[in-house]
């Protein structure tokens, strides 16, 4: 069985300040994709990266980052700098590979305030 | 590309009624289409996933005589909510996979989703 923890059910923050949202994954598989969503107050669900489990690397796309440590099973999130428009929930996800069903987390809503 | 609409993106029934929920997946062929259901500030929930051609499969808990799904063709899934009760009130998210046709079966295309009100 498959289980994400967003434990953080809502973030508040200051224009430019830093914030991690946390997501902690269980998984029996040794092969499964990790995901992070984005859900503006319009409904629709904006992908924000897909990370495979055999690459642990770091990444980093423009005010966004992620750090994956499979040792503590974690996917967390950061924005850096963040703005106004990041306010938002989201959500992290992890489907086992081979199959497309994710499960996701409860969410953290992560409200920007100017 | 892999654009996924949903149509109507609103609407309003009357108790008792039933709605149909159109998802397309407009440039790309989805053998598996998944069927959300969204409550005010929680999670997504997996009600169901289709393969065309096949029926519906059915998470725990979700009647299937109630939400309808038909996968007739690789583009489309539709969702009908039969009869129709104000609990049944709720964003309802679609999303498309490729499958290994399309290069890799992990993922998924979310459509804009369908906000339903039941009165």
């Known amino acids: 069985a498959q289980k994400v923890t967003q434990a953080q059910t809502e973030i508040s923050v200051v224009e430019k300040e830093d914030v991690t949202l946390d997501c902690v994954y269980e998984t029996r598989d040794t092969t499964y994709y990790l995901f992070w969503y984005k859900q503006p107050p319009s409904g629709e669900l904006v992908f924000l990266i897909r990370r495979n489990s055999f690459d642990e690397q770091n990444e980093i796309s423009g005010r966004y980052s992620w750090n994956f440590q499979k040792s503590t099973s974690s996917f967390n ?25 994710l499960t996701f987390g409860k969410g953290t809503m992560l409200l920007v305030s100017p | 590309g892999a654009v996924v609409s949903q149509h109507p993106s609103r609407v309003i029934c009357k108790s008792g009624t039933s709605v149909k929920i159109e998802c397309r997946s407009l440039d790309f062929q989805a053998t598996t289409m998944f069927w959300y259901r969204q409550f005010p500030k929680q999670s997504l929930m997996l009600m169901a996933t289709s393969n065309e051609g096949s029926k519906a499969t059915y998470e725990q808990g979700v009647e299937k005589d109630k939400f309808l799904i038909n996968h007739a063709s690789l583009t489309l899934s539709t969702l009908t909510v039969t009869s129709a ?16 046709a399309g290069g890799s079966s992990y993922e998924q295309y979310f459509g804009p989703g369908t906000r339903l009100t039941v009165t």
């Open chain 1, 77 to 101: 999130f950061t924005i850096t700098a963040s703005q106004v428009v990041d306010s938002a929930v989201y959500f992290c996800a992890l489907t086992p590979s081979g199959y497309s069903t």
């Open chain 2, 85 to 100: 009760h104000p609990e049944d009130s709720s964003f309802y998210i679609c999303s498309a996979s490729p499958g290994l």
